[in-house]
């Protein structure tokens, strides 16, 4: 018996590691390729999100990183050019990101928001080590499934260090960085605005 307990209290840890998704030590084979000292260079287009209430939220300007998530940066272009985005809301915002890129906030249940996505395929994972930091652009997924990437997006508000190579970086507000933190200071129940802060269009130029 005692050396059965010995076992579990060294196991535990390990145990409780894996269960962190810890990919080392899980073992799963399908961890993500982080791409590593790939400094992100923008694309000759850049995302440029309208609001709907300009005066307040104005336009935010986000430069687009193909090198380092190409599938993500042309999802991105593909939907907003399609006019996907046109309508939907920051349906999440805190003191860390804003979020948004979701069809679901365009209706009027306030429960679903976060839950949809376009009905193309998912995007893989395109991890790097680019640091999350203000006003860093990254991929939102589906729960834990890092290869659910789709539709929907966050801006950072501040530095995160557990994110790193755990989401995918894609862009970074270049312009109107003010306007994102206008609209996480937006008044809300829970993580959403009370009164929804909608996208206009988002347009590639």
Same mark, same amino acid.
């Given at each position: 018996?005692?050396i059965?307990?010995l076992?579990?209290?060294?196991?535990?840890?390990?145990?409780?590691?894996?269960?962190?998704?810890?990919s080392?030590l899980?073992?799963?084979?399908?961890?993500p390729?982080?791409?590593e000292?790939?400094?992100?260079? !923008?694309?000759a287009?850049?995302?440029?999100?309208?609001?709907?209430?300009?005066?307040?939220?104005?336009?935010i %300007?986000?430069?687009l990183?193909s =090198? /380092? !998530?190409?599938?993500?940066? !042309?999802?991105?272009?593909?939907?907003?050019?399609?006019?996907f985005?046109?309508?939907?809301t920051?349906?999440?915002?805190?003191?860390?990101? #804003?979020?948004g890129?979701d069809?679901? $906030?365009?209706?009027n249940?306030?429960s =679903?928001?976060?839950?949809?996505?376009?009905?193309?395929?998912? @995007?893989? !994972? *395109?991890?790097?080590?680019?640091?999350?930091?203000?006003?860093?652009?990254?991929?939102?997924?589906?729960?834990?499934?890092t290869?659910?990437? =789709? $539709?929907?997006?966050f801006?950072? /508000?501040?530095?995160?260090?557990q994110?790193?190579?755990n989401?995918?970086?894609?862009? %970074?507000? @270049?312009?109107?960085?003010?306007?994102?933190?206008?609209?996480?200071? $937006?008044?809300?129940?829970?993580?959403r605005?009370? *009164?929804?802060?909608?996208?206009?269009?988002?347009? #590639?130029?």
């Amino acid at each position: 018996m005692k050396i059965k307990y010995l076992f579990f209290l060294i196991a535990l840890p390990v145990l409780l590691l894996a269960s962190c998704g810890d990919s080392s030590l899980s073992g799963n084979s399908d961890a993500p390729v982080v791409k590593e000292g790939v400094k992100p260079v !923008a694309d000759a287009e850049f995302g440029v999100i309208e609001m709907e209430n300009d005066a307040a939220f104005g336009t935010i %300007k986000i430069e687009l990183y193909s =090198n /380092l !998530a190409p599938e993500m940066v !042309a999802r991105f272009k593909e939907l907003a050019r399609e006019g996907f985005y046109d309508g939907t809301t920051f349906h999440r915002v805190n003191q860390t990101v #804003i979020q948004g890129g979701d069809p679901k $906030s365009k209706d009027n249940d306030p429960s =679903n928001d976060g839950t949809g996505n376009s009905d193309k395929p998912d @995007v893989v !994972a *395109e991890f790097s080590d680019v640091p999350f930091d203000t006003g860093i652009v990254g991929a939102a997924r589906m729960g834990n499934d890092t290869n659910s990437q =789709n $539709s929907q997006f966050f801006i950072m /508000l501040n530095r995160e260090a557990q994110f790193d190579k755990n989401y995918t970086v894609f862009g %970074k507000v @270049v312009e109107g960085m003010q306007y994102v933190r206008t609209i996480a200071g $937006s008044p809300r129940s829970g993580e959403r605005p009370i *009164e929804n802060v909608v996208v206009k269009t988002i347009r #590639i130029q």
